[in-house]
């Protein structure tokens, strides 16, 4: 393999002779091969667009020639077309707060750049990383930001899955609406309520982690960058600095501006433990519901079996014809994973020292994964169960009708005790409770009929 001999502060190393990465990805590589894998191809974009418009505000500013600055601008816009990702090879959980994922940007862009403007991979002498690429910034600020876009893309999906899901757990409401089940509490039978209640119930919950999803747009919007090191500012051009978040806004098409404390907005990683928050919520609103459908489609002769849940694949390799909750198993252990990664998360976030967290590449890997996650889990719990799922009415009114539960509308018309009574004897003779009241002359048929219309028990006002 041909190489070339890069130089940074620690000394020479000799470099693959074709990449586009330099010395001081390649330490990084070397220093942290931790999981195999590579920063996503979203934050590779999001640190594309923040050295495009940094080249943009410095050429402004007059930092940067028009031929340096147009030739940056251009290698930043081939790496968003989808060019050179195999040349962004760090860890994405590495010590340095992040400075490898900067430099890798910086060299990466800065090799091409040369290239473009005639010169050699590895040179430097037309443009170089950090003289140019990075001129103005410091990965204090570079680092964060790309994590808040990359995060505010990522949730835009999710969201979006999520919104189908609601729609979808509200088609399935009217779908179900006539149908009455029997309530339950503490996994015991309560009183009758109808399985498009059920449904509603679910997506009233979606709708609520729609709306969280939504508010922490907010602070991801609210961006550090400019404030180099600390926040401060050391090294940035007072027009570059002014300039930057509005040239970035417009290159990432987002309503990004610059946090009013700087300072604050760099040592603290508040925002995205919020972040983290909401989609630990909404997978926790899923995996209740998750568990709600695996138990209600539990059997199909000795389980409840009151709905149906689409058969997507055969559910064991010894027991023929078994069908299993697969989709609602899936999004249950997605949910764990989410939850793991945000106890990551805080733990990450409250370990940050003074002016600067060094945690964000844990931070931004759990989180990232968590937000994909939570949408691709969306996505199959919409088209591979929840469209899919029909009720078994009749099953449903069975158990109904045939519940000790149905007995609370008659408390105040033989009294508690006298319910009571009536409902252990059920339980004991197997005998139902319209024959016990009846045989002991409580109420008449009609009466009884009345009282125990299954459908306005799932409303106010039954007496």
């Given amino acids: 393999m041909q190489t070339r001999i890069e130089h940074d502060s620690i000394g020479d190393k000799a470099v693959p002779a074709d990449v586009y990465y330099g010395v001081q990805t390649l330490r990084c590589v070397e220093n942290f091969t931790i999981t195999g894998l590579r920063i996503q191809k979203e934050f590779i974009n999001s640190l594309a667009e923040i050295k495009k418009a940094c080249a943009e505000a410095n050429l402004e500013a007059g930092e940067l020639s028009a031929d340096v600055a147009n030739a940056i601008v251009q290698a930043c816009d081939e790496v968003l077309e989808g060019k050179f990702y195999e040349h962004f090879v760090v860890d994405p959980i590495q010590g340095g707060a992040g400075t490898s994922m900067n430099m890798n940007a910086n060299e990466v862009i800065a090799n091409r750049a040369n290239e473009i403007l005639g010169g050699e991979l590895g040179k430097y002498d037309k443009v170089h990383p950090n003289d140019h690429v990075n001129r103005g910034q410091s990965t204090n600020d570079v680092i964060p930001t790309a994590g808040k876009i990359t995060a505010l893309r990522l949730l835009h999906e999710a969201r979006k899955q999520l919104r189908r899901l609601h729609d979808a757990l509200e088609a399935k409401a009217q779908e179900f609406d006539d149908v009455i089940k029997m309530g339950r509490t503490q996994m015991q039978d309560a009183v009758p309520v109808r399985l498009g209640q059920e449904f509603h119930a679910y997506a009233t919950a979606v709708a609520r982690d729609i709306e969280r999803l939504k508010v922490v747009d907010r602070d991801l919007c609210t961006l550090n960058l400019g404030g180099t090191a600390i926040g401060t500012g050391v090294n940035a051009d007072k027009h570059y600095f002014v300039n930057v978040v509005p040239c970035l806004s417009e290159v990432a098409n987002l309503p990004l501006m610059q946090a009013a404390d700087l300072v604050g907005s760099t040592s603290n990683l508040d925002c995205f433990v919020a972040v983290s928050g909401a989609v630990r919520t909404c997978a926790v609103n899923l995996s209740k519901m998750a568990n709600d459908l695996r138990l209600m489609s539990s059997g199909p002769r000795c389980g409840l079996n009151e709905i149906n849940l689409p058969a997507m694949q055969n559910g064991s390799s010894i027991m023929p014809g078994k069908v299993n909750p697969v989709i609602p198993e899936v999004v249950n252990q997605v949910a764990f994973n989410i939850i793991g990664n945000d106890v990551t998360i805080t733990m990450a976030a409250e370990a940050g020292q003074l002016e600067l967290n060094a945690f964000e590449p844990i931070i931004f890997y759990n989180l990232f994964h968590s937000i994909k996650e939570l949408g691709g889990a ?60 009846l045989e002991e002359g409580l109420l008449t048929s009609e009466q009884i009929d009345a009282i125990l219309d299954a459908y306005a028990m799932t409303e106010p006002g039954v007496r």
Avoid: W
Avoid at 411 to 428: E, F, L, R, T
């Fill in 378 to 437: 969306v996505k199959t719990f919409v088209d591979n169960c929840i469209v899919g799922i029909t009720a078994n009415k009749e099953r449903c009114r069975d158990m109904v009708e045939n519940s000790v539960g149905i007995i609370t509308p008659l408390c105040p018309h033989v009294g508690y005790q006298k319910a009571a009574d009536i409902a252990k004897k059920a339980i004991k003779t197997g005998a139902s409770v319209r024959e016990l009241i």
